[in-house]
């Protein structure tokens, strides 16, 4: 099998989201090893007893959209009103593939953080922890989480506010 054309991969990723189909590893493969280090990209799985299948997406590296942004451009309808964190329709559970990776800093807005605790889905604790030593908490504002460089599976129940 060739290996991919750098220059190839490199336009995709300057592109839009690449849709890839669930059967293709995100672990290391040819394409993670044609990256530069240090440049990963976030790979996002989108789990839901409301789609027929799951829908893997690579997105590019030091993007700024949403999590909702990429579902909604990937077809993925995670439910959602107001998209500014007051609603919290667009609840996901966010589950990440790396336990061992480098913690990077968890951003949590005041409006997330009131909306989750309103909706019984954070503690001080997790908030404390999520602020002071980076663990991620397990739910999220899919309108207000901004995808990064993690491998992270959100599960969502297709009913608002349903995680
Ligand atoms: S769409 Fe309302 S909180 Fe995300």
Same mark, same amino acid.
């Given at each position: 099998m060739r290996a991919p054309n750098r220059a190839v991969l490199r336009a995709e990723r300057c592109s839009t989201f690449l849709k890839i189909p669930?059967?293709?590893? !995100?672990?290391?493969?040819m394409l993670d090893m044609a990256w530069p280090k240090g440049d990963r990209m976030p790979v996002l799985t989108f789990t839901s007893p409301s789609m027929h299948k799951d829908v893997r997406v690579y997105a590019p590296a030091g993007d700024t959209h949403t999590v909702l942004a990429v579902a909604e451009k990937n077809g993925v309808k995670i439910p959602y009103d107001c998209?500014?964190?007051?609603?919290?329709?667009c609840l996901i559970l966010v589950e990440f593939a790396? !336990?061992?990776k480098a913690k990077m800093a968890i951003t949590l807005s005041e409006k997330e953080k009131a909306k989750l605790r309103e909706l019984g889905k954070i503690t001080a604790q997790e908030i404390k922890d999520a602020e002071v030593d980076d663990l991620a908490p397990h739910y999220r504002l899919a309108c207000q989480f901004i995808v990064r460089e993690e491998e992270i599976t959100i599960h969502f129940t297709g009913s608002p506010g349903g995680s």
């Open positions: 669930k059967n293709i590893s !995100a672990e290391p493969s998209k500014d964190g007051d609603c919290g329709s790396e !336990a061992n």
